[in-house]
């Protein structure tokens, strides 16, 4: 019913910045929350930031400061700014949207995932 497609990883050297995107496609007819989460290698996927459909944002403690979330509501589209990257932000990073299909059910769904490197 709605499929999320995400872009914009790869490797990044420590203090460089990446854009991740997330664009989302299917029987949309409003999305609530969108947020983006990561899983590093052995670890529990952790909510990274998140923004309500009002444009209120929410950030990990680990991440206030550098990076910025934001959304396009016409595009169906969440961005995940990434600046000042640190090798503890190496992960998969998954988005995530709450949306109202257009059968009127709500649904939650994710992206397979892009993973991001921060080596030098």
């Known amino acids: 019913q709605v499929q999320l497609v995400e872009s914009g990883g790869g490797l990044v050297q420590p203090g460089g910045s990446l854009r991740l995107s997330c664009a989302a496609s299917g029987s949309i007819f409003s999305i609530y929350t969108m947020g983006w989460y990561r899983q590093a290698p052995g670890k529990l996927r952790e909510l990274v930031a998140t923004i309500t459909s009002s444009g209120s944002t929410n950030y990990a403690d680990s991440v206030k400061g550098r990076f910025t979330i934001s959304r396009d509501n016409a595009k169906y589209t969440v961005y995940l700014q990434m600046n000042s990257v640190k090798p503890e932000d190496t992960a998969v990073y998954y988005c995530?949207?709450?949306?109202?299909?257009?059968?009127?059910?709500?649904?939650?769904?994710w992206g397979q995932g892009t993973q991001v490197t921060v080596s030098s």
């Open positions: 995530n949207m709450n949306v109202r299909l257009v059968t009127m059910g709500v649904g939650d769904y």
